[in-house]
């Protein structure tokens, strides 16, 4: 415990905060279609899946190990490194959280921890093949990979069924979108909680509080799966609105194969190391059963914001945490609290603005589009 130093500890609280924001960021991966096409109600959703979520961060390290000992040199890695590329991945996940974006936490933290990393030890501190191999390839492959699987299963659940009753087939389906939604739970925790899991055993590895190389330690597995169940639990609605009926209107045949899609890929690289986005997956998987539904209506302008968005975070998160990381490496206790006091008044603006129109459990479903007011409400009495 000795090794745990105040500066230790900040950077743990912060990676558990990221958990949290990966969490209802990302709440939409798993329950966004089951809530649209009413297999289950929103509240319910965001239970099953902020529960199954701890579980899934239990099931396996494979990710973790690759966040903590691959893609950066945890050699030259100090805490204010780590601490900065965070500040970086929070406020893209509360940017995009704000316009209803399902852009990618994973790329987030990448982003941020690369900038970071980049700044305070320079190009060697980051391991590039490790980089393209683990993150940049999986962000290519799995979003096609899970929509084409999406695409035809959706053609073949509507070609087995075309001839039955479209109540039993939607009430079928709905059922099975129970089963496809919680396994999608299980296997984002089983990915996602893993990247902060990897954060804090890398910190913990250069504080000297463990061996290089070292996988993450039970408490460290507990304490992150607690930190993105509750955080799947708050619900992401505004991205919830924007995957459940921004791209395509879904019905349960539809829902139900996208589920099933973005479960094997997922579990799939989890098992392999691979650590992808699941944002990427789920999206990829949601756009293939649009498009598996004869003359169902794909929103390519979102779809085509979305896909601005992937390309944009990595990059952005990494400039954020860059210059976090110029900012604490030269002001030494003093940057660091620097960084923390604006990173914390930019959060909370951002929760403040999200406030003048928000979206919950009652009206989610309301509308397709993600609106950001830039003035207050008008009260009731005056005009609007």
């Given at each position: 415990?000795?090794?745990?130093?105040?500066?230790?500890?900040?950077?743990?609280?912060?990676?558990?905060?990221?958990?949290?924001?990966?969490?209802?960021?990302?709440?939409?991966?798993?329950?966004?279609?089951?809530?649209?096409?009413?297999?289950?109600?929103?509240?319910?959703?965001?239970?099953?899946?902020?529960?199954?979520?701890?579980?899934?961060?239990?099931?396996?390290?494979?990710?973790?190990?690759?966040?903590?000992?691959?893609?950066?040199?945890?050699?030259?890695?100090?805490?204010?490194?780590?601490?900065?590329?965070?500040?970086?991945?929070?406020?893209?996940?509360?940017?995009?959280?704000?316009?209803?974006?399902?852009?990618?936490?994973?790329?987030?933290?990448?982003?941020?921890?690369?900038?970071?990393v980049w700044v305070g030890a320079g190009s060697r501190g980051v391991n590039f093949e490790k980089v393209v191999e683990k993150v940049l390839v999986p962000a290519v492959a799995s979003p096609v990979v899970a929509g084409v699987a999406a695409l035809l299963?959706?053609?073949?659940?509507?070609?087995?069924?075309?001839?039955?009753?479209?109540?039993?087939?939607?009430?079928?389906?709905?059922?099975?979108?129970?089963?496809?939604?919680?396994?999608?739970?299980?296997?984002?925790?089983?990915?996602?909680?893993?990247?902060?899991?990897?954060?804090?055993?890398?910190?913990?590895?250069?504080?000297?509080?463990?061996?290089?190389?070292?996988?993450?330690?039970?408490?460290?597995?507990?304490?992150?799966?607690?930190?993105?169940?509750?955080?799947?639990?708050?619900?992401?609605?505004?991205?919830?609105?924007?995957?459940?009926?921004?791209?395509?209107?879904?019905?349960?045949?539809?829902?139900?194969?996208?589920?099933?899609?973005?479960?094997?890929?997922?579990?799939?690289?989890?098992?392999?190391?691979?650590?992808?986005?699941?944002?990427?997956?789920?999206?990829?998987?949601?756009?293939?059963?649009?498009?598996?539904?004869?003359?169902?209506?794909?929103?390519?302008?979102?779809?085509?914001?979305?896909?601005?968005a992937w390309v944009v975070t990595l990059p952005a998160a990494a400039l954020v945490g860059g210059l976090a990381a110029a900012v604490a490496q030269n002001g030494g206790d003093l940057g660091t609290a620097v960084v923390a006091l604006v990173g914390a008044?930019?959060?909370?603006?951002?929760?403040?603005?999200?406030?003048?129109?928000?979206?919950?459990?009652?009206?989610?479903?309301?509308?397709?589009?993600?609106?950001?007011?830039?003035?207050?409400?008008?009260?009731?009495?005056?005009?609007?």
């Amino acid at each position: 415990m000795d090794h745990i130093t105040f500066l230790v500890a900040v950077v743990i609280v912060t990676a558990l905060a990221f958990d949290f924001t990966n969490g209802f960021h990302d709440t939409a991966n798993a329950m966004a279609t089951s809530i649209v096409t009413g297999a289950l109600a929103p509240r319910t959703a965001v239970l099953i899946s902020g529960v199954l979520n701890v579980v899934g961060a239990f099931l396996s390290t494979e990710v973790a190990k690759t966040v903590s000992g691959g893609i950066v040199d945890d050699t030259l890695v100090s805490p204010g490194m780590i601490f900065a590329g965070l500040v970086g991945a929070i406020l893209w996940n509360l940017l995009t959280w704000l316009v209803g974006l399902p852009s990618s936490s994973s790329h987030a933290l990448f982003g941020g921890l690369i900038g970071a990393v980049w700044v305070g030890a320079g190009s060697r501190g980051v391991n590039f093949e490790k980089v393209v191999e683990k993150v940049l390839v999986p962000a290519v492959a799995s979003p096609v990979v899970a929509g084409v699987a999406a695409l035809l299963a959706t053609c073949l659940a509507y070609r087995l069924t075309g001839r039955a009753r479209g109540d039993s087939v939607t009430k079928g389906f709905r059922i099975g979108q129970i089963a496809s939604a919680s396994l999608v739970s299980l296997a984002h925790g089983t990915n996602d909680a893993q990247k902060t899991m990897g954060v804090i055993t890398l910190t913990l590895i250069s504080a000297g509080a463990l061996g290089h190389h070292a996988g993450p330690p039970l408490w460290v597995i507990a304490s992150a799966g607690l930190a993105i169940g509750l955080g799947t639990y708050l619900g992401g609605w505004r991205i919830i609105r924007t995957m459940g009926k921004g791209l395509t209107e879904i019905q349960s045949p539809q829902g139900f194969a996208a589920e099933t899609a973005s479960t094997t890929v997922i579990l799939t690289s989890a098992h392999l190391g691979f650590a992808l986005s699941t944002t990427q997956v789920a999206s990829g998987s949601v756009l293939g059963a649009g498009l598996g539904r004869r003359l169902a209506e794909v929103r390519w302008g979102v779809a085509g914001r979305m896909a601005l968005a992937w390309v944009v975070t990595l990059p952005a998160a990494a400039l954020v945490g860059g210059l976090a990381a110029a900012v604490a490496q030269n002001g030494g206790d003093l940057g660091t609290a620097v960084v923390a006091l604006v990173g914390a008044a930019l959060a909370a603006s951002i929760v403040v603005v999200s406030r003048r129109n928000p979206v919950h459990a009652h009206n989610v479903n309301d509308a397709h589009e993600v609106r950001v007011r830039t003035e207050p409400p008008a009260k009731v009495g005056t005009a609007a």
